[in-house]
C-alpha cells in the first residue's frame, strides 16, 4: 500500500543565520498509511508544532520532501493551498479562532475558501457537525454562547467540513474535563473509521495514544527518537523517561505487579487490556508472591 502522507529527511530552522537561530526540525522521516492512527509525542520544544505545519504546508521545509497522496506538496509551490485542505490542521485551543457570526458560518469558512457550491458547503456543515456531535439546532447561534467543549467541537467541525485525507490535531483534549477528553477520542476515531481518513495527533496524555494510535512517533530535541507501535515504543520506558516522557499508567501498574512477584504478562497499555490481564491472572490463580 502507498503511505498517504511521507515525510522525507525534513529540516526546519526558524531565525535562520541570526543569533536566535534554531534548528526545530532535523532529519525527520515517517510514512502515515491511508487510516492510520498516528500519535505524536515529545516534550515541550522538541518540534511537534514545527512539524505538523511541515506536513501541511504552512511551513516550508529548508530541505526534504513532504508527499501527500504520491505529490510532493512544493514541487509547484503556488499550488500549496489545496495541500492545506487536503491535509487539515486542528491547532492548540483551536476554539480562540471562532470568529464568524453563527457557527454555521464558521464551520463553513474552510469549504467556502475552496470554492464549493453553498449547496455543498452547507451539506458539508451539517456532515460535520453530525460527526462531532453538534446539535444542529445551535448551528444558527453565534460562536460566543457556546459552552467551552461545544466551542471545541465546533473548530474542529470547520476543518472536518473540508474533508481532508489526513487529519491533524495538535493537544485535542488540552484543557478539558474527563467527559469532554473522552468525547473528542472518540470523535477522532469515529472520523478515522467512517472516512478513512488518517489522523495524526499530538498528546501529553500517553492513556489517549495508548487508546487511540497504531503508531506512536516520539521526537526529541527536533529529532525522531522512535517510531513504531504503541507496544514497541511503551516497552521502551527507559528511553522515554530520559525524555521526560512517561508510559500509560495501565503499563506501570503492570510493571510494578511483576515486580513484586505477580506473573502478569508484560506489553499491555490500555487499561482495558490491563483489566483483562487481571481478571486472567485472578482466575487462573497462578500467584507467584514474593
Ligand atoms: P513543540 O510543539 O514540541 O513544543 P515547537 O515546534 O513549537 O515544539 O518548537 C521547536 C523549537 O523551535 C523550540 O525550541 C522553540 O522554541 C522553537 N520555535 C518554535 N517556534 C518558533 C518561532 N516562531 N521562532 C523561533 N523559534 C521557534
Known amino acids: 500500500m502507498t503511505p498517504i502522507l511521507s515525510a522525507q529527511n525534513l529540516h526546519f530552522v526558524y531565525g535562520e543565520k541570526t543569533p536566535y537561530e534554531k534548528h526545530a526540525v532535523t532529519d525527520i522521516s515517517f510514512s502515515v498509511m491511508p487510516g492510520e492512527i498516528v500519535g505524536i509525542i515529545g516534550h515541550t520544544g522538541s518540534g511537534k508544532s514545527t512539524l505538523m505545519q511541515l506536513l501541511n504546508g504552512l511551513l516550508k521545509p529548508h530541505s526534504g520532501t513532504v508527499i501527500v497522496d504520491g505529490q510532493n506538496i512544493w514541487q509547484d509551490p503556488k499550488a500549496i493551498r489545496q495541500y492545506r485542505f487536503q491535509v487539515g490542521l486542528v491547532f492548540q485551543y483551536p476554539e480562540y479562532q471562532l470568529f464568524d457570526e453563527t457557527v454555521e458560518k464558521d464551520i463553513g469558512f474552510g469549504p467556502k475558501n475552496m470554492g464549493l457550491s453553498e449547496e455543498e458547503i452547507r451539506k458539508r456543515v ?165
Open 126 to 290: 451539517l456532515r460535520a457537525a453530525e460527526m462531532v456531535e453538534f446539535p444542529p439546532h445551535l448551528l444558527p447561534k453565534s460562536p460566543f454562547d457556546l459552552s467551552g467543549g461545544e466551542k471545541r467541537r465546533a473548530a474542529i467541525a470547520g476543518v472536518i467540513a473540508m474533508e481532508p485525507k489526513v487529519l491533524i490535531l495538535d493537544e485535542p483534549t488540552a484543557g478539558l474535563d474527563p467527559k469532554g477528553r473522552q468525547t473528542i477520542l472518540d470523535m477522532i476515531r469515529a472520523y478515522n473509521q467512517k472516512t478513512g481518513a488518517a489522523v495524526l495527533f499530538v498528546s501529553h496524555n500517553m492513556e489517549d495514544v495508548a487508546a487511540l494510535s497504531q503508531r506512536v512517533l516520539v521526537l526529541s530535541r527536533g529529532k525522531e527518537v522512535l517510531f513504531g507501535t504503541p507496544k514497541e515504543v511503551f516497552s521502551q520506558p527507559d528511553v522515554l523517561q530520559q525524555m521526560s516522557l512517561d508510559v500509560p499508567i495501565a503499563t506501570r501498574i503492570l510493571d510494578a505487579l511483576s515486580q513484586k512477584g505477580y506473573a502478569l504478562q508484560k506489553g499491555i497499555y490500555t487499561i482495558p487490556d490491563a483489566a483483562k490481564e487481571i481478571v486472567r491472572f485472578m482466575k487462573e490463580g497462578d500467584r507467584h508472591a514474593q
